[in-house]
């Protein structure tokens, strides 16, 4: 087990931040962290990193108790702050180099170190920029670079794509697979359910300091009753046939928008095909066909009521 | 490990323009601005002398103060300079005189000796400043004559040229030497600014930076010791510059001791750097917040220690003798006063070991409070 977390309770006064939460990320995953914004993810980053205090609770890295003397654990650990941290007084290249130097003593290696972490992130034109003359996505770009320039095992990523233009953040995304790729073990967290869909290969759900859900995308999306979201193009609107629909197998709503006809259908197979089927039968004309899988939003909604992003 | 901080941190500060202008930039400016400003205030060019009568009277007290008066108004020291000019005359012409604006005051002997001004203004006071002073100078050399008859040959009783300063190198006091002192002293307050940008840099709660380098495996204790060590020699640079502008350019002596000169400054240094830290550890909040808090305390120190007027620095050391020893700004221009104007050193050397003791607690509160931290929040 690369991260073990059990039981952890944080409280801010009153506030309880984090509510016997536990996790465990096995080597070689990209885990991921999924919940809105006051969820609880920093804090939960930031007690395994050993930055903050907590109430109660155990914490190990690399089967080792964390705390802030744990240098050959550390050593390990590469982190990607969700606020950029870089000296304004260094180049680029001098940045990574410094924080990369942090852990590699060795000059030589340093330097290929630093080499690969600016290829890696795509700033080899930008070496001797200073920060303050760089774009957002760039500075996003550069504070990834100087988290896993010295090639650590275990990664940890909070919201590292926080204002980040789309193309940038499919390269950041596209980084992240490259370095779980190269071996290591990467802790995502976001509160944009897409990236985590695209790159986690476990996820968890976080809302109010706990961990609601947990699993890979396709075991959250198996947890909860709602299947696909499909749309059918009628001629108009038509109450009696929604009547109908509504009454078929697997329906978990039905309405209509204008000539728009919205279905939820349950979780199970052939929903659409028993639809067109139907629309067929009663001779009704259709157009055009949308047909939606279920989202981790959805997955969200029905544990908790609410949307993901509310 | 240490010497990669030690070099990057060094240039991270060197790039620091606010605060390389702040501990570099402004201290000069702020020279050639009391320069100008002092400058014109000590020259002989614009000091015009007193007029000033004195009653005639047969008594003894009477001609030995009209003596004295005579020798301020002859002129000494290497200026020349004329305090009075004096006129011998009765009583009904030098109140006439008075009133009709011809001399400033007059003196006379009345059961002891009174002077008599029409307003109060500089020269009404300088007058009565030389009376009073006459009249302690003479008081004590009687008393001398009393114990020791024989002492009293080797007394001067009064004369202008004992009132001009020596200093140990020799050249006169011109008098502004102590404003520029307190200059460096408030250089070396704002020093503190380069301690808080290391202490900000180091701790998760103040900055992101912070926060990488507290995920660093590197003891807190190495990372600041290098990044002090940086900050102390940027600030020591930073003071020897400006020595050596105000002494190159602007003509301020320091006396001869070099040496000691760049000790007060390296002492100095670190005094001012530490005492920047100690405030960024203490002060919770934001990052001006801080800046504002060492500004203030910076100027109020300075101010204690003769920056806006010499007179406060006494006044002050007077009042509360402890504050002159507490107060770092005090101890660097009292080390640099005394380096002017004391033959020996052993008040630079109380002056040293203050600052040692001082930076030495401010130290140890830093790293007590740095030293292997979890944060409350961040």
Redesign the interface.
Known sequence: MIVSVKNLVKR?GDLIALDHFSMEVEEGEIYGLLGPNGSGKTTAI?CI?????YDKGTIEVFGKPMN??S??S??N?G?V?Q?????E??TVY?NID??C???V?SKSTRRDMVRDAVRFTGLQDYEKFYPKKLSGGLLRRLNIA??IAHRPKLIIMDEPTVAVDPQSRNSILEGIEDLNRNGATVMYTSHYMEEVEQICSKIAIMDKGKIIASGTNSQLKDMIRTGEKITVELPGPDEKLLGEIKNLRHIKEAGMQGSELHIISEHGSNNLAQILEHLSRRNVPYGKVYCELPTLNDVFLEITGKELRD | MCMHIFKTRLKCLLRDRGTIFWTLMFPLVLAVFFNFALGNIYSSDSFSSIPVAVVKDSSSAASGFTEAMKSASQGSGSSGQKLFKVKVTSRSKAQKDLEGGKIKGYVFFDDGLHVAVKESDIDQTVIREFADSYLQVSASYRSIMKIAPSAGASFVPYSSENNIRKTKSGDPDDGIAGFFYALIAMAVMFGGYWGQREVEDIQADMSPVGARSDLAPVSKMKAFGCSFCAAVCIQFASLLILIAFLILVLGVSFGHDTGYIAAVCFFGSITGVSFGAFVAVLIRGSSHLRTSVILAVSMLLSCFAGLMSVTLKYTVTHAFPLMAYVNPANLVSDAFYSLYYYSTYTRLFINIGCMCIMSALFFTVVCLILRRRRYASL
Request: proline share 3%; hydrophobic share 40%.
């Open positions: 801010y930031n990193l050993s930055l903050l205090k802030p003397d240098y050959e550390k050593r650990i982190v702050m606020n950029v941290a870089v000296l007084e260094l001098e410094y924080f130097g942090l852990y003593s100087c988290g």
